[in-house]
Structures are given as structure tokens and as C-alpha cells.
């Protein structure tokens, strides 16, 4: 089951404290802004609280705490693509009325499809390594008369790009190259598993 903060809970339960049109402007303001595009992908500018005639007169950090949770709401079951019915679930569990959890919801369901194409486009994404491949080879090197022979090593790392494209990247190193390299993909390898242990502790 889908969980919220508590500071997003409790910032959603500040939109039951508007009226019905400062609400219906709020909701309205923060799914353009957190849209940023029309149904045809052409960018809308986003607006400023000032420009929403209908929050005049209300308390500026409410509005603001509530939009920040309704928008951190939003891209969050954006992001998990979140049922209907676990929107619904948790915007009860915020005790917000049941015409804003459909106003909510309906708005919600038919700006899906823009938050996630937003969301896409604007996300960190890294390759993955799928694949890698390496073998000794040997460089000839000249020192005056003598010749030495000198261990060489080509890597070749298969990456997948985010977009499903598959890409090479080869790279020759000498064995203390390597072996610097090794110790630290070894390095990273541990903190990351130290961080998923703290992660998984809390």
C-alpha cells in the first residue's frame, strides 16, 4: 500500500480548510504548474500565486504549504502511476471531503499522462552496464636497443542507455591501471551496499 509523510498528509489536510472556490483555484494553479504543458506537449508558463484572484484574502502560508503537499502528491502517484482507489484511500486518511478527494481525483486521472511525460524528461537517468569483456594483449615498447615486452589489457563495457540503445566503450590500461581500477569500482561497491543497509535500518 502506497504511503505519504506526514508532512504531506498534513499539509493535504489544509485543503479542506478552503472554501469551495479558493480550493477549486488552488487545485487548478498547482496541476498547471505542475504540469507545465498542454494536452499537445506545447510548455505552458507557469503562474504565480499573485495572478490566482480567487486565494485573495487567504492566509499565504497555508496556500503555500498546501500546494507544496498537493504537488509533492501529485508527481509521487504520477511517479508509481498510483490506482484510483489508493488516491482515493489516502486523501480519506487526510479526512479531506469527499468533493475535493473527486475534484482531486478526476483532475489527477486526465493530467496522468502530461505528469509522467514531464516526469521522463526530467529524471536522472544513467546507463546500465549489461556486459563486460577484457583480454590480455601485449605492446612491444623500444628502450634503446632492447625491446620489452609490456602486458596491455583491453576492457570492453556494454552499456544500455535509458532510451534501450546498447553502446561499446573500450579502453586499454597496463596492470596497475587495472588494478587501480578494480579497487575502486570495489570502493564504490561498498558504499553503496553501506548505504542501502543504513537505508533498510531506519
Same mark, same amino acid.
Given at each position: 500500500?502506497?504511503?505519504?509523510?506526514?508532512?504531506?498528509?498534513?499539509?493535504?489536510? #489544509?485543503?479542506?480548510?478552503?472554501?469551495?472556490?479558493?480550493?477549486?483555484?488552488?487545485?487548478? %494553479?498547482?496541476?498547471?504548474?505542475?504540469?507545465?504543458?498542454?494536452?499537445?506537449?506545447?510548455?505552458?508558463?507557469?503562474?504565480?500565486?499573485?495572478?490566482?484572484?480567487?486565494?485573495?484574502?487567504?492566509?499565504?502560508?497555508?496556500?503555500?504549504?498546501?500546494?507544496?503537499?498537493?504537488?509533492?502528491?501529485?508527481?509521487?502517484?504520477?511517479?508509481?502511476?498510483?490506482?484510483?482507489?489508493?488516491?482515493?484511500?489516502?486523501?480519506?486518511?487526510?479526512?479531506?471531503?469527499? &468533493?475535493?478527494?473527486?475534484?482531486?481525483?478526476?483532475?489527477?486521472?486526465?493530467?496522468?499522462?502530461?505528469?509522467?511525460?514531464?516526469?521522463?524528461?526530467?529524471?536522472?537517468?544513467?546507463?546500465?552496464?549489461?556486459?563486460?569483456? %577484457?583480454?590480455?594483449?601485449?605492446?612491444?615498447?623500444?628502450?634503446?636497443?632492447?625491446?620489452?615486452?609490456?602486458?596491455?589489457? #583491453?576492457?570492453?563495457?556494454?552499456?544500455?542507455?535509458?532510451?534501450?540503445?546498447?553502446?561499446?566503450?573500450?579502453?586499454?590500461?597496463?596492470?596497475?591501471?587495472?588494478?587501480?581500477?578494480?579497487?575502486?569500482?570495489?570502493?564504490?561497491? #561498498?558504499?553503496?551496499?553501506?548505504?542501502?543497509?543504513?537505508?533498510? &535500518?531506519?
Amino acid at each position: 500500500m502506497a504511503e505519504i509523510s506526514p508532512d504531506t498528509a498534513a499539509g493535504l489536510a #489544509l485543503l479542506g480548510q478552503f472554501s469551495d472556490p479558493s480550493f477549486s483555484s488552488l487545485l487548478k %494553479w498547482t496541476f498547471r504548474n505542475a504540469c507545465g504543458e498542454d494536452a499537445k506537449g506545447k510548455p505552458q508558463a507557469m503562474t504565480a500565486l499573485s495572478d490566482v484572484k480567487d486565494l485573495e484574502g487567504e492566509d499565504e502560508i497555508m496556500i503555500k504549504s498546501a500546494h507544496m503537499a498537493l504537488l509533492t502528491f501529485i508527481y509521487e502517484a504520477a511517479k508509481t502511476d498510483m490506482h484510483p482507489v489508493q488516491i482515493t484511500s489516502l486523501l480519506e486518511d487526510a479526512k479531506l471531503p469527499e &468533493g475535493h478527494i473527486k475534484a482531486i481525483s478526476g483532475l489527477f486521472e486526465r493530467c496522468k499522462p502530461i505528469l509522467r511525460n514531464v516526469l521522463s524528461r526530467n529524471r536522472i537517468s544513467f546507463p546500465k552496464l549489461i556486459d563486460i569483456e %577484457w583480454r590480455l594483449d601485449h605492446q612491444m615498447r623500444s628502450r634503446t636497443l632492447d625491446q620489452v615486452r609490456e602486458a596491455v589489457y #583491453l576492457v570492453r563495457l556494454k552499456l544500455k542507455e535509458p532510451t534501450g540503445h546498447e553502446k561499446l566503450i573500450e579502453m586499454t590500461c597496463n596492470h596497475s591501471e587495472l588494478a587501480d581500477l578494480h579497487a575502486r569500482l570495489k570502493n564504490a561497491t #561498498l558504499k553503496v551496499e553501506k548505504l542501502i543497509r543504513g537505508a533498510k &535500518g531506519k
